[in-house]
């Protein structure tokens, strides 16, 4: 029997001009965004607002979340220096999956995967019943490989140059037995997952706000079309507004 790759569901907060952010190095984590963004959605009793990963969870066994290094680390962000790796950096360049972190029952446990071939994120937080999976590459420094084994942060090697996204989706089902992966991520991964032709789902919810700005990221970025080449049809699931002036989509992506 052919193994099916896990599906991939897309859940996206944008403006009605379609940007997730409102300026490229303002992080929606970090204040005044995060104010200024929560505030484009006035609150409303019949508010079209769902938890999505609880969704997929319950829909398809979602058992991962997927972000871009983007969403949690600034392009001009000064980052902590890491010490030196000292050992043979040959051995770091296969997963890192210890068996105590990846035996554990999903449910309860989820999997935080977030792509980082260029090994820009510093882990400090724990949360019960998650644990991170970093998604890094040929490319990926020793000094990080050898931070997150320190650390005993789950990684998966997946690409050269860097992270291979089909490679990645394959290698959570059969290493972790992922069956869906809700990607919760900003325009530059939405988009390399939508071109690398991954997207089974998308939900969007769309505030009452214009926020405008070539440049500033939106629900799919990544390279253009070629000349010629068609977009990707989507078909309509639902679509649900509120008194405050909200809207909720959900399609999926057909297949043909
Ligand atoms: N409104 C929302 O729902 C929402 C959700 C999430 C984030 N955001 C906001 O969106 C902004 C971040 O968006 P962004 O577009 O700058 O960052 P992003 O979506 O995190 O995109 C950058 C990430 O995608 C990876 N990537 C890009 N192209 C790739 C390719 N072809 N193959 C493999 N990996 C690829 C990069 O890899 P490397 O790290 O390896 O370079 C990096 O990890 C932030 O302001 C954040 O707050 C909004």
Request: aromatic fraction near 6%; charged fraction near 20%; charge should be negative.
């Amino acid at each position: 029997m052919v193994q099916q790759r896990p599906r991939v569901v897309v859940s996206v907060e944008a403006s009605v001009d379609g940007k997730v952010a409102l300026a490229r190095e303002a992080l929606l984590m970090r204040q005044p965004s995060a104010d200024l963004w929560g505030a484009m959605t006035p609150p409303a009793p019949d508010s079209v607002a769902i938890d999505v990963l609880e969704v997929v969870r319950q829909q398809y066994g979602c058992s991962a979340v997927l972000e871009g290094s983007g969403s949690l680390v600034a392009e001009d962000d000064i980052l902590e220096q890491l010490p030196t790796y000292d050992g043979d950096p040959a051995g770091l360049y296969t997963h890192f999956l210890p068996a105590e972190i990846t035996a554990q029952p999903s449910p309860p446990h989820m999997w935080f995967t977030v792509v980082d071939s260029r090994g820009r994120v510093r882990w400090t937080e724990k949360h019960p019943d998650w644990d991170v999976l970093v998604l890094v590459a040929q490319s990926t420094p020793a000094d990080y490989l050898g931070y997150l084994r320190e650390e005993r942060i789950c990684y998966l090697v997946v690409g050269d140059e860097r992270v291979d996204l089909t490679q990645t989706v394959t290698a959570m089902g059969t290493e972790l037995g992922v069956r869906c992966v809700l990607s919760t991520a900003g325009g530059g991964l939405n988009g390399a997952l939508l071109r690398a032709g991954l997207i089974d789902e998308l939900h969007v919810k769309l505030a009452p706000a214009l926020v405008g700005g070539l440049g500033t990221p939106s629900v799919m970025d990544g390279p253009p079309l070629a000349v010629g080449d068609a977009p990707t049809r989507l078909q309509l699931v639902s679509a649900q507004t509120d008194s405050a002036g909200s809207v909720r989509l959900h399609y999926v992506v057909p297949r043909t």
